[in-house]
């Protein structure tokens, strides 16, 4: 019989990405609050670089995973199907994408990228210019993720809520088999 839940390992490496973003963009938008002079408003900006970078290889690690697992079909219109296939790669690719932008972008000072001081990564060789437009791409990208983030999370509740179907307990681990 298939299995009506994800595969434990999809389980844990969504709710991981959902903790790591909520840190990541929370660190992003608290660090507004201090001004330049507080040592905390550059420790948070370390924190949206950690997490954010975490978030980067653990997607990469997704990819990989459910290039070799299947998850459960849902009894669903092929419409909707292909909604949320399509839904899924959007948030795939602006997961990927976003590191990658966000490096460029803080490259363009030519200074290593501190971590919290627990690591330290080298800048890549960008002009002032090229970081400019990075750093303005992935504001974009940024925001783009939290509107698909806030129409995901709606579907799954829309899915648990009034449908009343087993989609959102499937990524729980609590569908019946
Ligand atoms: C999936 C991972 C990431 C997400 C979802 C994300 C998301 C965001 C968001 C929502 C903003 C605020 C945009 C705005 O002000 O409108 C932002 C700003 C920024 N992010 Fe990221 N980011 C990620 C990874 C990274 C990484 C890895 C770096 C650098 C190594 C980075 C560097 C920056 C910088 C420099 C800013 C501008 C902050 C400012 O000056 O206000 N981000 N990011
Ligand atoms: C940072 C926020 C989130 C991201 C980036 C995200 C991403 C994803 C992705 C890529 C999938 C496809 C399955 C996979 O490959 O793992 C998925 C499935 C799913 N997500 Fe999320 N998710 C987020 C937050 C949430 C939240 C908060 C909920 C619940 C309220 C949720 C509920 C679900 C459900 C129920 C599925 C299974 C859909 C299906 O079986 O077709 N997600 N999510």
Known sequence: ????????????????????????????????????????????????????????????????????????????????????????????????????CGYVAVSGKGLPINLLGWLEIPPLPVSSGVAKVFKELHEGLGNALIALVALHVAAALFHALLLKDKVLQSMLGRAAE
């Not at 669903?76 to 602006?94: N, R, S």
């Open 1 to 100: 019989m298939k299995n009506a839940n994800w595969p434990p390992l999809v389980r844990v490496q969504h709710w991981l990405t959902v903790l790591l973003m909520i840190l990541c963009i929370g660190a992003v938008w608290s660090h507004e609050a201090f001004d330049k002079s507080n040592p905390m408003r550059a420790q948070l900006m370390q924190l949206h670089f950690l997490s954010g970078g975490v978030i980067g290889l653990l997607t990469l690690l997704r990819v990989v995973t459910r290039a070799v697992v299947t998850g459960p079909v849902h009894s669903t219109t092929p419409l909707v199907t292909l909604l949320a296939k399509a839904g899924h790669l959007g948030l795939y690719l602006l997961m990927i994408l976003l590191p990658l």
